[in-house]
């Protein structure tokens, strides 16, 4: 199983093979996003499309703050939870914008950037 994704706009692309211990579509898709968010710029604006409701949840509560006030007992529950963890860590570091839309579609997620942020 594995992860991909490709900015249109900067030509910037990720493929990554997922180990069979820790596979799934959920893991697949969190994986994508936090390299989304690795090679993003301080303070870009996110525009992701996912058919997956959990990625949709999880960066919600990471946009709204409520990610940072759980309970580590309900964090830890998710099998995906050291990824979430890097991936609010990378979105507060940097101080990203981050827009969620869920798609009714089977496949990976499609990004959209805001004009004019890479430079």
């Not at 579509?25 to 997956?52: D, M, Q, R």
């Not at 990824?83 to 798609?103: D, G, Q, R």
């Amino acid at each position: 199983m594995g992860a991909a994704w490709i900015n249109q706009e900067t030509g910037y692309t990720f493929r990554h093979n997922i180990q069979s211990g820790n596979a799934s579509s959920t893991n697949a898709k969190v994986n994508a996003v936090l390299s989304v968010f690795e090679v993003c710029p301080s303070g870009s604006k996110i525009h992701l499309f996912t058919n997956s409701q959990a990625v949709v949840f999880g960066l919600n509560a990471i946009a709204s703050g409520k990610y940072c006030d759980s309970p580590i007992s309900h964090i830890i529950k998710k099998p995906e939870w050291t990824s979430w963890e890097a991936i609010a860590l990378i979105f507060n570091l940097k101080k990203l914008k981050c827009e969620v839309t869920k798609i009714e579609a089977s496949g990976n997620f499609f990004i959209r950037r805001s004009p004019g942020i890479y430079s």
